[in-house]
């Protein structure tokens, strides 16, 4: 991991210092009426150890080598769901990934980073897919690229900002994907302090599955997600892929 990850690692997780007010963690506006947002959990974990998956989402952006080189220090699977956008920018990236497949499985997030949400309008900033027949070709096309890059198909999909109109899930679902839901979300798309990240991370409980952002190396929330890799790690956490795990 990064010396300055290490440091603030020592820093965060040394005498107590992830005491922090409530009113400090920010937590994501919920979706508009009508609109999902589909929770998944692990499931069969142990009573006695602590068990997680780790996803982080790779939307339009850059390569945040501070999470990516933490979770080959230490040996952590993660599950990453890149958008064929991010994947034609980050060349750099995209080999980093696929040079460790036992840490990184690569899943579907999509061709043009689109929600699957259907009519006109903007969630989280982002344009709908309008239509199911665009929110199909959002997922046929983000899986071929997917495929083309590392010659596997992705077998889970998760839509741009998580949040579906009802009738795109049996879609999706009919396409042959799972739908990469999450319990605890780590980082508020990118948006919250490094402190925050790492708390909730360190936090975390049993059979929770954990959505992050490693687009973003320039936000202090992707040192946070570092260093709650490394006090996850440090406290005995075992960490699972998503092909090990069912809905609950």
């Known amino acids: 991991m990064c010396e300055l990850c290490t440091n603030l690692s020592r820093r965060f997780f ?8 409530l009113s400090r963690i920010a937590h994501r506006q919920a979706p508009a009426a009508g609109l999902l947002n589909p929770q998944l959990r692990l499931t069969d974990t142990s009573i006695t150890t602590r068990t997680v998956a780790i996803t982080l989402d790779a939307c339009p952006g850059h390569f945040d080598h501070r999470i990516a080189d933490t979770l080959v220090q230490y040996n952590i699977p993660a599950t990453i769901f890149v958008t064929e956008v991010w994947m034609r920018y980050n060349p750099e990236g995209l080999a980093f990934l696929k040079a460790r497949p036992d840490i990184f499985t690569l899943e579907n997030h999509g061709a043009k980073h689109l929600p699957p949400v259907l009519g006109e309008g903007k969630l989280f ?7 199911l027949e665009a929110i199909r070709a959002e997922v046929q096309n983000g899986a071929a690229a997917i495929s083309a890059a590392t010659g596997r198909a992705p077998s889970w999909y998760r839509g741009a900002a998580a949040i579906y109109s009802p009738s795109a899930i ?16 780590a980082d508020e798309g990118a948006s919250l302090p490094m402190r925050v990240v790492a708390m909730r991370m360190a936090n975390a409980r049993n059979g929770d599955v954990i959505i992050g952002h490693i687009n973003q190396p320039k936000r202090e929330s992707g040192a ?15 960490f699972v892929r998503l092909t090990e795990i069912t809905r609950v």
């Open 224 to 238: 946070g997600i570092a260093v709650g890799l490394v006090a996850l790690h440090n406290s005995g956490t075992r």
């Open 170 to 185: 049996p879609l999706i679902e009919s396409m042959g994907f799972r739908i990469g839901g999450y319990s605890l979300s």
């Open 125 to 131: 900033g982002l344009a709908n897919a309008g239509t």
């Open 14 to 21: 040394c005498g107590g210092a992830l005491t922090l007010p």
